[in-house]
């Protein structure tokens, strides 16, 4: 079998893919390094479409795009859908953006200092919520963080997924009562809103290793 490891540096080089062994597909972070220079990694498709909980649709607001409504009821701590793409570095997701769209686009979910999964259809268009009904547990899974109706958009709080060097920054047009008007990183957020992400579990665990839990403020402040 491949040797496998959950923080080997991630890059691309060429045509090789290689597959995640049956037997390991339960492990969220999975690396399969190939006997070439390239490394690479494919996540197996996500569940059949006929027992998505989900469907895509456009979004209301001009500009949106497309977004994830819940096909059916969902009830809290639910099974959505796992986050699926090749594993990169940050420069290679930038490269990836702009073959792809032709700017930088943050089309990539954090799962380590620099570590990213490069986002697939259909989890790249979920989008980002001040008052999200999902999470993110196990770094790449996706559940809803509270009841979600028939036809409400899916959506999480992508700050719970970023801690990168220099702060990115996104406009928010979520219009929640508490919108706070831009999504950034986790160390962006007033602290009370952190420490409710990082009691109920929903922050990567790269980020959550950082911070009280009980206090939300970073558990080296000489780091953050």
Known sequence: ?????????????????????????????????????????????????????????????????????????????????????????????????LANYGREMGNELQIGDDFYVYLQEPSRLINHSCEPNAGIIDDTVLIAAQDIQKDEEICFDYSTTMDEPEVWQMECMCGAANCRGYAADFRTLPIDTRKKYLQCGLVQNFIRKKYDKETGEPSNPTES
């Open 1 to 97: 079998m491949m040797k496998v490891s959950r923080f080997d540096p991630v890059y691309e080089d060429g045509e090789t893919k290689v597959e995640c062994p049956d037997e390991l597909l339960s492990v969220p972070l999975m690396l399969v390094k190939s006997l070439s220079k390239g490394i690479t990694t494919n996540w197996k498709p996500d569940m059949p479409f006929d027992k998505r909980v989900f469907h895509v649709g456009m979004h209301p607001v001009e500009g949106v795009g497309k977004a994830l409504y819940a096909s059916q009821f969902i009830p809290k701590g639910s099974y959505i859908l796992t986050f699926c793409g090749p594993l990169v570095n940050e420069e290679e997701a930038t490269k990836r953006d």
